[in-house]
Structures are given as C-alpha cells and as structure tokens.
C-alpha cells in the first residue's frame, strides 16, 4: 500500500545548486501533479502531466522542469536553487476514469534554500 | 479572480458544535468536487467526495450548487481531533487536472 511516494523528505541546498525530487505510484494513476506549500498558504501548481508523455505548467512553472519518465515517474527538477523555493513540495496522483476520481499526495519534501 | 475561493477563517469552535465551510468555484467546467483535511505539516488527504445529490459519511455532510457553483461541508458534533484545515478541491478530470482552494482553518476547543 505505497501509494505515492517521494523522495528525498527533508533536503538543504546552497543557492544556484541543482536537484531532483523524484515521485513515483503504485496506483496506475493516469495523471500527476507537483504542487508547493509555503507557510500559512495554500497548495500552488506548478506542473502537472494529464498522462504519460505529456505534461503542462500549471500556476508557477518559473525556475522548475519536470519529466514524465514513465506512467509510474514524475520527477521535478530545480536547475539553479533560489531562497524563494523554499517550501513543501507535493506530488499527487489521480485517476480521473474512475471513482472517486480524486488526488492522492506523497508526504512531501521540505527544501530550504539557503 | 482565484478559481477556488474559500472562506480562510480561522474558526475556533467548541467541541459539540456545528460548523459550517463553503467554497466557490469560478469554471463552470469543473466535473468532481472534493473535500480535503490537511493535519499540520502533513499532505492533504481525502475527506469526502461532493455530489449533486449531497453525501453524508457520519458527521461530515458535502453539498454541491452547481448553478450557483458553491460547495459546502458540515461538520457535526465537532471533536478535538477534527481540528485541521480544510481543502475545496474542483478538478476538471478532462483535462487531469486539480484546483485547490487556499484553505479554512477549523480549531475545536475544549
């Protein structure tokens, strides 16, 4: 019963260093999403992939790449860290075919950019 | 104009009491409606689907208005342990896609 699961949980970067969060289910899922959460605030998109092979920026797509790697496989890349991505990132999956059709996150990945 | 807007609160109610969160939504396209709980530094998880014909799971009723593009959760008889923020969700599932509101905060007291 894995679900989603993402990796790694707690990271530190310097400023300008690169990283991947990687994500993966075990849902069959069709759709992935990667969202942030700032403190006190609410969850932004950031990419989302409606299926394997495709992908499309959701509301922050600035300074992250994804990669759809697989159905299983969505994977967030920061190129050049800022202090302004730190955050909790979340990735979720869903199956929007069948009930109940709604999101299912990983635990998240608490990044500090310093 | 936000796509999902909901009332941030906070709402500090006592145990026992009834409370009530509402949520609109501005894509007449939207599909399927959730309701979310997120426990401090913890993913959201799912509470409830919300159905035109509104559901009930034990203390917790969902209500959608799709004329009026509104979304409602009751909670109950409230319980310590229902202190949390709740999500609105409203996902296009054609285009795989989720939207989630800010967030109401609901803190149940002694």
């Known amino acids: 019963n894995a679900g989603v699961t993402q990796t790694p949980k707690f990271q530190v970067l310097k400023t300008g260093q690169s990283m991947t969060l990687q994500c993966a289910q075990d849902m069959n899922h069709n759709s992935m999403y990667w969202y942030r959460q700032d403190p006190g605030m609410g969850l932004r998109l950031i990419y989302y992939s409606a299926s394997e092979g495709t992908t499309d920026k959701g509301e922050v797509p600035n300074g992250y790449n994804v990669s759809r790697l697989n159905k299983r496989e969505f994977s967030l890349r920061l190129e050049s860290a800022a202090p302004s991505q730190t955050s909790v990132y979340f990735c979720?999956?869903?199956?929007?075919?069948?009930?109940?059709?709604?999101?299912?996150f990983g635990q998240g990945t608490r990044l500090t950019v310093v | 104009r936000k796509e999902v807007e909901q009332d941030p609160g906070p709402f500090n109610v006592p145990e026992g009491a009834t409370v009530a969160f509402n949520c609109t939504y501005s894509?007449?396209?939207?599909?399927?409606f959730f309701w979310y709980r997120q426990d401090c530094r913890k993913e959201p998880k799912l509470l409830m689907s919300?159905?035109?014909s509104g559901n009930e799971d034990g203390r917790f009723t969902a209500q959608l208005n799709r004329a009026s593009q509104y979304i409602s959760l009751l909670i109950r008889d409230s319980k310590l342990s229902d202190s949390a923020t709740y999500l609105c969700v409203v996902a296009n599932t054609n285009a795989g896609k989720s939207t989630f509101g800010d967030g109401t905060t609901l803190t149940v007291k002694p």
């Open positions: 979720a999956s869903s199956e929007p075919t069948q009930e109940p059709r709604a999101a299912f």
């Open positions: 919300v159905y035109s």
């Open positions: 894509n007449s396209a939207s599909q399927s």
